[in-house]
C-alpha cells in the first residue's frame, strides 16, 4: 500500500488543524501529513526564521501553511495565536498539541527552573492551547484535540521520571 492510498482514506478536506511546535520534528511531521491528508493546516513555533523556512519549503512544492510565531507559555499569546489561525483558516477543526520540552538528566539534577519550564510547556501550555481551540470548536460544531506525547523507554528510568511525571 502507497502513501498516497492512506491520505485518501483518511481524507481532512475542508477541515482545519493547528500544530503547536511544528516548524520541526514530529511537530513538522504532522504538519505535513495533515496537509497531504487535505487539510488547511497552521502551526505554532517560537523561532519566526525557522517558521518561516518551513512555510517557504513547502510553498515551493505548491502546499501553502500559515506560521505563526508564539510562546505558547504566554496566556496572551495563546489566544492570539488561536485567533491567528481561526483567522487565516476559516475555523479550527483540529489541535494537535505537540510544542513540548525535556532535560535529560537524571530526576534529582533537574532543578526547579527547568522543571518548572517543562511544567509550563508541556502541561499549562496544553492546557490554555486545549481551552482555547475547544471554545471556538464548541460554537462551530465540535472538532479534535490531540494531546500528542511520545516516551522514550531507556535502561535508566531516573532520566525520563521528571519529564514523564507531567505527561500523565
Known sequence: MNGRAVFESYSL??????????????????????????????????DASRNAAVVAEYADAGVSLVGITADITDDAAVDAMTTQAIEALGGLDILVNNAGICYHAPAFEVTDEQWGNVFDLNVRALWKCSVGAARHMVVHGGGSINQHRLYVGTDRQSTTVATCLQRV
Open 13 to 46: 478536506a475542508g477541515k482545519t488543524a493547528l500544530v503547536t511546535g511544528g516548524n520541526r520534528g514530529l511537530g513538522r511531521a504532522f504538519v505535513i501529513a495533515l496537509a497531504q491528508a487535505g487539510a488547511s493546516v497552521a502551526f505554532s513555533g517560537r
